[in-house]
């Protein structure tokens, strides 16, 4: 039979990568990313090398000559992530890149830090991630954080008690509009309302620890705690309070993101752990340095240019681009958010 052999020297344009979870959502994925759709594949997994906690080879990518990214980049990791990446990381991208579509309110949960990973699980990696908001309808709230000073008793005995009420209200909230982007550092609590979309970036596991989980579908008590238990889990809670100060640092508003050209969409504190631009070309040609990079056009048609050759680019579309491929540029009345990892000449992330 005749495969597809991938080439990391050209742009690669992916299929669709959504799954079954306990939550419902994901038919705006599905009319962006031309299908399946919902009603409880509310996430995608985009150029992934990851896989589900404790469900390989859930969540990886297949690339379209069968094999799994994570395969082709242990085989060629120079290619696909580049020699100073590699040099730095290994053969980790470093990054993995979600849509994350709600068709109801996410559960608080949270996400451990590097070092409760390292002791407890074995991992270099927590889970930071953040959210840059495709669509929300009006006055829609996150919540991120503890308003106030937490005992890890309180939280344990919630958690225990099931009490979803006092774990919500409890929370710091923050309105959220298509646009804007945020950072969500790993060990901080947190929700999302019902009906937001984002792009998603973060840390490349899928660690987490819910918090509550009455009216879904799942039994926090079996499998919400990374097979942990809760008295060990808990110790990963930041319990501090979040001020509206601290939020106001987590987040770049979209009127700071908007407009032509190319622009940072998270703020410098994200950095260590990864980055994402926004390319709006208009008139114009933008140019993009080597790297490996994760294209995923959110408006209109445009062009990638790599080694003399175009390759068209419209709405939904999501392209892998290796390190290999050298420099690109996109052109056209497109715009395209671009998921990157973490400058290999950047300082270290927190541990």
Request: glycine share 10%; proline share 9%; net charge negative.
């Amino acid at each position: 039979m005749w495969v597809h052999i991938v080439n990391p020297e050209s742009p690669i344009l992916l299929p669709v990568n959504q799954f079954d979870h306990f939550y419902r959502g994901g038919d705006r994925i599905g009319e962006l990313r031309h299908g399946p759709g919902g009603p409880r594949r509310p996430e995608e997994w985009i150029g992934s090398a990851t896989a589900r906690f404790g469900q390989a080879p859930a969540g990886l990518t297949v690339l379209p000559d069968g094999r799994t990214l994570a395969e082709e980049i242990s085989e060629n990791p120079g290619a696909w992530l580049g020699p100073d990446h590699v040099a730095r990381y290994g053969t980790s991208t470093e990054l993995l890149v979600k849509l994350l579509d709600l068709g109801q309110r996410l559960p608080v949960h949270l996400h451990p830090n590097r070092a409760f990973s390292r002791t407890h699980l074995g991992l270099a990696h927590g889970k930071t991630e953040a959210w840059y908001v495709l669509d929300a309808p009006p006055g829609a709230e996150v919540g991120v954080g503890f308003a106030q000073d937490m005992s890890l008793d309180q939280v344990r005995d919630w958690v225990m008690n099931r009490d979803s009420a006092s774990l919500l209200s409890a929370l710091r909230t923050r309105e959220v509009r298509p646009g804007d982007a945020m950072l969500v550092p790993s060990g901080l609590p947190h929700t999302v309302q019902d009906g937001v979309f984002v792009l998603e970036l973060q840390e490349p596991t899928d660690l987490s620890i819910l918090l509550e989980w009455e009216g879904f579908a799942v039994d926090g008590f079996k499998d919400g705690h990374l097979d942990l238990g809760f008295e060990t889990a808990l110790q990963a809670v930041d319990t501090t309070a979040v001020a509206d100060s601290d939020l106001d640092s987590l987040v770049i508003p979209r009127e700071e993101i908007v407009g032509n050209g190319l622009v940072s969409a998270l703020p410098a504190s994200a950095d260590p752990y990864f980055r994402l631009h926004r390319l709006a070309p208009a008139s114009g040609v933008i140019d993009v340095e080597p790297g490996f990079a994760i294209v995923i056009a959110t408006e209109g048609r445009g062009v990638i240019t790599a080694n003399g050759h175009g390759q068209e680019i419209a709405r939904g579309d999501a392209l892998l681009i290796p390190y290999a491929t050298g420099p690109w540029s996109i052109s056209g009345d497109v715009v395209a958010m671009v998921s990157r990892p973490p400058d290999p000449f950047a300082p270290d992330a927190p541990r």
